[in-house]
């Protein structure tokens, strides 16, 4: 994997064999796995409550996306880590239903779906920055990979969407 690659879809037996074992790599080396049901995230409420409960978010979460990426770029709550693996099963239901519902509260009057997806590639950025020596704060380049699971009867059309919206940052073989 490249450093500048985010996501990745899982799409066969054979990349979720090797996913497992990425994933043992990772926790053995001190890095974080985390699984979100994507079932469980079709509206935006439901989508950061699932977050939130994953990542276990801080009380003081405050259950929108600006507080999602505040949350997101800091996890001091959690251990000490050198990576996280981020993955979402039934990735394409995640704010499902949004997709056509716009935040007239953003300057760029995305929909929720748009929105969340391009604060998760935001959040893949940062953490895989390397620290800048200039800035008052920072912290070392960690891998944040997102993987991706689509339901079986999924159509193409989620790994199209996402494509779309960040042509080089969605990855179909990961290994």
Known sequence: MDSSDFFFFLED????????????????????????????????????????????FP?????????LYDCMTDL????????????????????????????????????????FWSLLTDVCAFWNAPFQPDKEWGHTAIPFRIFLQRRETSSADFELFLKKLFPDRIYSRPF
Request: aromatic letters at 8%; a negative charge.
């Open 13 to 56: 037996e054979n990349t979720e064999a090797k996913f497992n074992e990425l994933c043992g790599r990772e926790r053995a080396g001190g890095g974080l796995v985390f699984t979100c049901k994507g079932a469980a995230m079709q509206n935006k409420a439901d989508a950061l409550a699932e977050m939130a409960r994953i990542l276990q």
């Open 59 to 67: 009380d003081y979460f405050g259950g929108n996306f600006n507080a």
């Open 76 to 115: 001091a709550w959690l251990p000490p880590f050198t990576s996280v693996l981020l993955r979402f099963t039934d990735a394409d239901m995640i704010l499902e239903g949004s997709a056509d519902s716009v935040d007239h509260n953003s300057a760029d009057d995305v929909n929720d779906q748009e929105a």
